[in-house]
């Protein structure tokens, strides 16, 4: 392999940062760099320009491509969304969308632009925090370009347990080997999320934690250009600049953005850059049918201030002992999506997706923990080389689905079939020799470039799905469904031995049939409000890049006979909305995870060691609720002092180990309660939010370790955060403020036995922002 860039007929992705067009000046970070530095400035110059000059082509390139006259474009059937548009903007799908069946499963969806909240920096809390029982790792800023989220007590780091998606398609580095998401939509971009619980399994795989579709906005239908632009700051050195363009010519419709974000960090050595960009186009042949191709990418670098004890985080949580350990994630994704009306009740979409990514990494060796320190050694008078990895991603993801409606009986029936295939590559290498310097450089000085471990895995992915929605007169239905899964990965390669002596050869392969099955079922009680029930099975494939993860030196030790997890989510709930004033989503759910893997911990107070292994098999019971108030239309339909609209996202997790050593403890991960109460007022073009979170302690192994020497397990406290905002429209302007963690609260949701830690990754502190935004 080359080191200066991988291409693959594509774009070249390159592995060292010098690489980077958008850090080709990159100044040599000196010794002194805590927050605050020159060089950021120096670095907002040159981004800057380079920015501008993409907008300027963006502006005239785009409209001189498709400034040509042409028909009236033909639009498809819009997008139904059952509820209504509130200013808290929450409501559920149809029971038919986007060529997929949802009648009878659990689901939410979410329009940004109806909340006030925080999306130049794309506060989690705020958007996703409405629905019942979303749990976050929030690690952007501390090592990772974005946070995780878990639904239901399941692990939320990275949303590994989650299948993240963009406009449909998938957008994580690989679906079953490395289903972390480093991209992620902006907020800014997004026209609403979809969320689809447990029971999504059938339609879109077998994970867990369900589905997060993030869908992009689109150019609008009846302008040829129009530019939207937004300044933002705040903050800890926040500069996030982000601007669009779109419009309908004809039958092409095309919508482009730019977001460039910098700040310093609320830690020491926590200062971030990172630019994304996405571009569309879709040409309407008629009004059956439509094609498009998409283009996101994803360029940054995060300076990672490491993990902290409990003795470091209660003295002083925004301190990082970690000047050296910098993180780069270039993702790049083209999507090709078609939709195909073969005739009025028959539909057939496409998605085909095509992810080129890498995940480079240089850092302190991190043994002996977050304690551990990192300083000069007077014998050498320079620091101890750091350890330099690299990730490799090459994956394509195809998706066929048909959508037909029949008769029987005289009554209408839907039926959805489809396929999946996937093909995954991805090479690691780690560790090799890096640089005794502090400044972000990837270079591997061992000899010969090698690494001491060095492997490559693949995936293969084929599954067929079909569902079919019985309707039983007029007000049930029932969907039945079946998914079959065949999975083959492979490990080839080496890696090192405990002692550092010799190599070991690794050359695996493990095929799997996996068949799962589903019903679901739902009860109109009226034309707005309904009950519905499900029962799906999930699974988790544990694949070989699993068995070797990323971090030569991190402290756990993984079990090579660990078991697939293997279970079911079930679902039973009433929702609807009540005329215009209620909405609201009452739901119990039971959810089976068997061969649970989780973390053996041994001697925690005084010489840590951790084994990652099944563990036993762990039962999540629980409530989950949302309800949504607007005041005032309770009483009147029109009113001159505005409107208030209150909303309160409540669950409830009884998450146990039935079985195995852990019997009876609390599973990983997994808070109790969460809860989340918001007002708005509203009045005419000015709204405001304020939102109170609340969530419950929790344990970061299966032995509910409460405290541990190194800090990588132990007890998550509970805490609570309140976040105001606040945002006015003036014709075509807007201006947005809060201020996130009002009360300044110190407190964290994420320990860790590897990178960004190990130890504590503690959560931000008060900040504030303001933003001005146009559109023409």
Excluded: C
Aim: cysteine-free; proline content about 5%; charged content about 20%.
């Amino acid at each position: 392999m080359e080191t200066d860039s991988l291409t693959y007929g594509f774009s070249p992705i390159p592995t060292s940062i010098s690489s980077f067009p958008l850090y080709e000046n990159t100044i040599p970070i000196s010794e002194n760099i805590i927050r605050k530095d020159d060089l950021s400035l120096r670095y907002k110059k040159i981004l800057m320009k380079r920015w501008l000059l993409f907008f300027v082509f963006s502006v005239i390139a785009i409209p001189g491509v498709f400034a040509q006259k042409s028909d009236t474009a033909i639009s498809l059937k819009e997008v139904k969304i059952t509820g209504y548009k509130t200013i808290t903007g929450m409501g559920h799908l149809d029971e038919v969308h986007d060529g997929v069946i949802y009648s009878g499963q659990k689901n939410e969806v979410l329009i940004v632009d109806s909340l006030d909240a925080n999306t130049a920096q794309d506060n989690p809390r705020q958007v996703l925090g409405r629905v019942p029982g979303s749990n976050y790792s929030e690690t952007e800023g501390n090592g990772f370009p974005s946070n995780g989220i878990g639904f239901r007590g399941l692990n939320p780091t990275q949303s590994i347990e989650t299948n993240t998606r963009q406009n449909g398609y998938n957008i994580a580095g690989d679906i079953y080997g490395y289903p972390e998401s480093y991209y992620v939509t902006p907020l800014q971009a997004t026209e609403r999320v979809e969320i689809i619980r447990g029971a999504s399994s059938l339609q879109f795989g077998p994970q867990f934690g369900g589905v997060v579709n993030y869908i992009v906005k689109s150019g609008p239908e009846h302008k040829p250009f129009e530019f939207t632009i937004e300044e933002s700051g705040g903050s800890y050195g926040l500069m996030n600049t982000f601007s669009s363009v779109g419009g309908t010519v004809g039958k092409w419709n095309y919508y482009a953005f730019v977001k460039y974000e910098y700040e310093d960090g609320w830690r020491a050595n926590s200062q971030m850059q990172q630019a994304t960009g996405f571009a569309k186009i879709e040409y309407r042949a008629n009004d059956h049918f439509k094609v498009g191709l998409e283009y996101s990418l994803l360029r940054n670098l995060l300076h990672m201030p490491g993990g902290l004890d409990d003795a470091e985080f209660i003295q002083n949580p925004d301190q990082s002992f970690r000047a050296r350990n910098w993180l780069v994630t270039p993702w790049n994704i083209a999507a090709f999506t078609s939709t195909y009306k073969i005739s009025d009740k028959t539909y057939l979409t496409l998605k085909s997706a095509l992810n080129i990514s890498s995940r480079s990494i240089v850092w302190r060796n991190e043994d002996g923990g977050p304690q551990a320190p990192d300083t000069i050694t007077l014998a050498t008078n320079s620091y101890i080389p750091r350890e330099v990895e690299h990730e490799y991603f090459k994956s394509s993801t195809t998706e066929l689905r048909l959508l037909s409606n029949y008769n029987i009986s005289g009554r209408e029936q839907t039926i959805a079939a489809g396929i999946r295939f996937f093909d995954g590559w991805m090479e690691r290498q780690e560790g090799g020799l890096g640089s005794t310097g502090i400044d972000a450089n990837f270079t591997n000085y061992t000899p010969g470039d090698s690494y001491q471990n060095s492997l490559n895995f693949t995936t293969l992915n084929v599954a067929p799905f079909i569902e079919n929605t019985f309707h039983l007169g007029g007000r049930v239905s029932v969907t039945p469904g079946l998914r079959f899964e065949y999975i083959k990965s492979t490990a080839t390669g080496h890696v090192l031995d405990s002692t550092g002596t010799y190599y070991i050869p690794v050359n695996e392969s493990k095929p799997r049939n996996i068949l799962l099955a589903g019903i679901a079922f739902q009860y109109k009680t009226s034309g707005a409000t309904n009950i519905y029930a499900n029962i799906t099975q999930a699974y988790t494939p544990i694949s070989y890049s699993f068995l070797y993860p990323m971090g030569l030196d991190i402290d756990a030790k993984i079990d090579p006979n660990l078991k697939d997890i293997t279970g079911y989510n079930a679902d039973l709930g009433y929702r609807g909305h009540l005329k215009n004033y209620l909405t609201f989503d009452l739901s119990g759910f039971y959810m089976a995870h068997n061969n649970n893997i989780a973390i053996e911990t041994s001697n925690p107070n005084t010489n840590p060691t951790y084994y990652e292994t099944n563990v036993g098999d762990a039962v999540h019971i629980g409530i989950e609720s949302y309800g949504e108030l607007n005041v005032v239309k309770l009483f009147t339909k029109h009113s001159r002092v505005g409107t208030i609209s209150i909303f309160n996202s409540f669950a409830y997790d009884h998450a146990k180990y039935v079985n195995g050593l852990y019997k009876g403890n609390v599973a990983e991960y997994a808070p109790a309660t969460i809860e989340r109460f918001g007002v708005t007022y509203a009045l005419k073009r000015f709204s405001t939010t304020f939102l109170f979170s609340n969530t419950s302690k929790s344990f970061a192994d299966a032995g509910n370790t409460v405290f541990s020497a190194d800090a990588e397990v132990g007890v998550i406290p509970a805490y609570t955060v309140m976040d105001w905002s606040a945002s006015m429209k003036i014709k075509n302007y807007n201006l947005k403020l809060g201020v996130n963690n009002l009360t300044d609260a110190h407190y964290f949701t994420f320990r860790t036995v590897e990178y960004p830690g190990p130890g504590i990754i503690p959560s931000t502190g008060r900040t504030m922002y303001v933003g001005l935004g146009a559109r023409f």
